[in-house]
């Protein structure tokens, strides 16, 4: 196996004490944010650092600190564009505290998340934000439980790990959208959503079904259909209940690429959106504002959550806090394709 080397010539301490005429032990103290170093010779070292090009060596830094600087963060699924906007919020949050991030896509599959956390902790990342995949499995719960190091959950809710948390309020959103189907005239609502070992799922379907039961209406089970937020679980699922003979006149869809297969098997069975069946989407991407019409969605700031996740991180990597939980809103945004139901036009 080959080494890496670096390209090019690089520039150490020694390099930059004698460039300025002064012992290395000087410039490491400079460079280290010693307190016994005056102002005159610690601009005079910065000037010669950045004048030289020096780069810090992090690695040895973390060697002697026990701190490296990075933090490690676990996605369910790399490919769901909510994930991107969650990614970014947190990314710029640790990045302006002069931490790294370190991404590990499980592609769905809790046997990736195990592998991943585990990694991640031999790689001796600073903290972890893990959006898992699972939170039954006891070989995944027993990992993350067993961390040392501090841990933020986003929208996951493993009740033993020491873990920060960054919730939504997803029942909330879900209850006003089916609630607003209600209203409409709408009876028959599906709910199609992931597995129900995670948070999300439980929630949203705790407000799907809160909603029936504030108008006094009994929702029909057969019509809750729960396993993935693939767009080929929200395909297939939407094909089988579209082709009863009592269908559903509206589908509530929790997840982007969910929706995407919703929509993809009306398409197919020459259903409009609107006019033949409503749609209410939890998440948001760009197109569901200007399609027609526009798709109803339960919203959430993903862009916050990546930011909370990583304040709440480094309140406890860098400030030595306590692990903490916050709960960020959802709303929903009706729009076109919440429409009375075809029997009432």
Do not use: W
């Not at 010539?9 to 390099?15: E, F, L, T």
């Not at 990314?91 to 046997?111: F, K, M, Q, Y």
């Not at 919730?167 to 709408?186: I, K, M, N, Q, Y």
């Amino acid at each position: 196996m080959r080494s890496r080397r670096r390209s090019g010539p690089s520039v150490n301490i020694k390099d930059v004490a004698s460039h300025l005429d002064v012992s290395p032990s000087t410039v490491s103290r400079v460079l280290n944010d010693h307190p016994d170093v005056s102002d005159a010779m610690r601009d005079r070292v910065m000037e010669a650092a950045r004048e030289l090009g020096y780069q810090p060596d992090f690695l040895a830094q973390s060697l002697r600190g026990g701190f490296t600087r990075t933090i490690g963060f676990v996605l369910r699924d790399l490919s769901n564009p909510i994930f991107a906007d969650i990614v970014k919020g947190a990314e710029t949050t640790l990045r302006d505290a002069g931490h790294a991030l370190i991404l590990a896509n499980s592609e769905g599959d809790p046997d990736l998340d195990v592998r991943n956390v585990r990694i991640l902790d031999q790689r001796r990342v600073d903290g972890m934000l893990l959006s898992l995949q699972s939170e039954s499995r006891e070989d995944l719960r027993r990992t993350v439980e067993e961390l040392e190091i501090p841990i933020v959950l986003i929208d996951r809710d493993i009740p033993h790990a020491d873990a920060g948390a960054v919730f939504c309020d997803h029942r909330s959103g879900v209850l006003a959208a089916t609630d607003h189907l209600l209203e409409l005239g709408h009876r028959r609502v599906a709910f199609i959503s992931g597995p129900r070992d995670i948070r999300a799922t439980r929630e949203r379907l705790a407000g799907y079904q809160e909603a029936f039961r504030k108008r006094g209406l009994e929702e029909d089970d057969h019509l809750v259909r729960l396993g993935s937020y693939a767009r080929e679980f929200g395909h297939a699922e939407t094909l089988g209940l579209m082709a009863q003979r009592d269908r559903p006149t509206a589908v509530v869809s929790a997840g982007v690429q969910g929706t995407a297969g919703v929509l993809a098997a009306c398409r197919e069975l020459g259903l409009a959106l609107g006019r033949d069946y409503s749609l209410v989407s939890c998440d948001e991407i760009d197109f569901m504002s200007f399609v027609d019409p526009p798709i109803s969605v339960v919203r959430r700031d993903a862009a916050l959550i990546g930011r909370m996740a990583g304040e709440l991180l480094l309140e406890m990597v860098v400030g030595g806090e306590g692990a903490r939980q916050v709960v960020l809103p959802t709303d929903y945004v009706p729009r076109g394709s919440s429409a009375n139901p075809p029997s009432s036009t």
